[in-house]
């Protein structure tokens, strides 16, 4: 890839554009940013990015375009860069949610650009996203140039397009949903005894331990708390009486909550 161009970059599409060159795929010189404010941009510009408010040019330049803009803003970027975009150079990489890749081609007046769709969370700051991607119209070569460039900033999974908003309940929003927990352990730490600062690391770093089980020894949830539960112990005193509150039914209910909003984002 020789450049690539971010078309609003505001939160994730910053956090991208430092992590593919913190990754070392491009450098910052090869990044294009692009929103309509391009003032609010300046720290980016000093780090080496390309900033501007022109989203077709940005495209001209780039042979991929990764589209981090809000969903009510989509149509109006695409109908702009459509006629700008060809088969044959450009990747199209959207990570607005709750946009279908057929949608995307519709907007793009049915020609056989390849689109494909990226969830990834912002973890993808410090290269550790979980980004689940869909493909439509494009080569196993076009998709594997996408995967790279995530995988570069953490995990990839190729889902169908149908699990895409599942994929945003889980990988993006579930950035929030385990930050609560988080705090959640801290509060509970500091009413133990602990300082706010002591209680945060003991959950930030129990967290990263529990998750790393499960990555490296390939573990399954269930057989780690079987191991630290002590028959009358403390363990499964306290976790039985996090059951008995509803913890795993609040969980579960709150992923399918946000999977149902996600169909009226755009209303
Ligand atoms: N944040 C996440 O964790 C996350 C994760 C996965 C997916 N997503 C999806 O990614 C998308 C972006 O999310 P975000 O949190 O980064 O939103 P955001 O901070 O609001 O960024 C959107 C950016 O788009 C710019 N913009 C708006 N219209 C534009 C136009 N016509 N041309 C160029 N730039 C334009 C805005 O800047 P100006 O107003 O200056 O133009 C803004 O900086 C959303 O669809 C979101 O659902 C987010």
Redesign the pocket.
């Known amino acids: 890839m020789e450049k690539i161009c971010i ?9 991208i554009a430092r992590g593919v060159v913190r990754a070392g795929l491009l450098k910052a010189d090869q990044v294009i940013l ?5 003032d ?1 941009l300046a720290a980016m510009q000093q780090e080496g990015f390309v900033v501007t ?1 022109n ?1 077709k040019d940005a495209v001209q330049q780039s042979s991929m375009i990764i ?5 009510k ?2 149509a ?2 695409v109908a ?1 860069i459509a006629s700008g975009l060809h088969a044959h150079h450009h990747i199209l990489v959207s ?5 279908s890749t057929t949608e995307i081609s519709v907007q793009l007046g049915d020609r056989p650009i390849p689109v494909v769709r990226a ?4 973890a ?1 700051a410090i290269a550790q996203s979980m980004t689940c991607i869909c493909a439509h119209q494009a080569t196993t070569e076009q998709v594997n140039q996408v995967i790279n460039l995530f995988e570069a900033l953490g995990k990839t999974l190729v889902v169908e397009e149908r699990l895409m908003r599942a994929s ?1 309940v889980l ?3 579930g ?1 929030a949903f385990f930050m609560r927990f988080m705090r959640a352990t801290t509060q509970g730490g500091i009413q133990l005894g602990f300082d706010a600062e002591d209680a945060m690391c003991i959950a930030a770093q129990t967290a990263r331990g529990a998750a790393m089980l499960l990555q490296e020894n390939h573990s399954h949830p269930e057989l780690e708390i079987d191991r630290v539960t002590t028959p009358e112990g403390c363990t499964i005193e306290g976790l039985n009486e996090m059951e008995h509150q509803g913890l795993s039914s609040a969980i579960i209910k709150g992923l399918v909550a946000s999977h149902d909003k996600i169909n009226s ?1 755009r209303k």
Do not use: F, H, W, Y
């Open positions: 078309i609003g970059a505001g939160n994730l599409g910053v956090a692009t929103r309509r404010n391009p609010k408010d989203n589209l981090c803009i809000q969903p803003q989509t109006g970027v702009e990570t607005v949610t709750g946009v969830m990834p969370n912002t993808i945003t990988a993006a929003s950035i984002i």
